[in-house]
DNA sequence: TACATTTACGCTGCGCGTAATCATG
DNA sequence: CATGATTACGCGCAGCGTAAATGTA
């Protein structure tokens, strides 16, 4: 499981839009319902229930915004104290750290 | 970066030896090699220091030791939390969940 | 019709194993 | 020569983007 799916997963959830996700980090549409479709499959639960146009998060994806903060703050952790200059993908979500 | 790898570097780091780190991991020697490569190239550090057949950690490494089981043990967390039948592909390693 | 998500599909690159090589004791 | 790490190399698949389809307001 890539890490950056956590962040995907993260923006996704915050704007509660894909194509929003997709331009901000970058990516395209589809493959941000890729991203989530395998965060999804992974853990065997729905994140969002998809209701129309709207995205409406689960308890389980609810649960993991908690996860996925704390998986991203250890991480850019990790890099800011290991990496002289860290690629800082992931900084602008990093609040606790 | 994948999850994996840091479970690999810290099996690696704590037995000193990627041929044993494959063998508990079910990966060949070589796959070890470059997921340890692959950190160090992403960190931008040297984890290990390669004198002889011996690896000894290094400074960087043993903060990684710290981040990893962080890592770790917030993603196992979030499997047993969201998944009815975690994989446990990790669980022997999280002793601080 | 406009907008947002999903599906289909081909392609590229990463990560794997096998085999060969290097290095130490 | 035995053992362990690295390098070389080919292959398979995960994940990407483009394009098409689906679904709502």
Chains 1, 2 share one sequence.
């Not at 997963?9 to 509660?16: D, E, P, S, T, W």
């Not at 994806?61 to 993908?89: C, D, F, M, T, W």
């Amino acid at each position: 499981m890539d890490i950056q799916f956590f962040q995907t997963f993260l923006i996704v959830a915050k704007l509660g839009n894909m194509t929003q996700a997709a331009e901000m980090l970058n990516f395209t549409q589809p493959t941000i319902t890729g991203q989530i479709r395998t965060l999804e499959q992974h853990f065997g639960v729905k994140l969002f229930d998809r209701v129309g146009k709207k995205l409406y998060i689960t308890d389980a994806g609810k649960k993991l915004i908690n996860y996925s903060e704390r998986l991203l703050s250890v991480y850019n952790e990790a890099q800011e104290e290991l990496s002289i200059h860290p690629e800082s993908k992931f900084r602008h979500c990093n609040n606790n750290g």
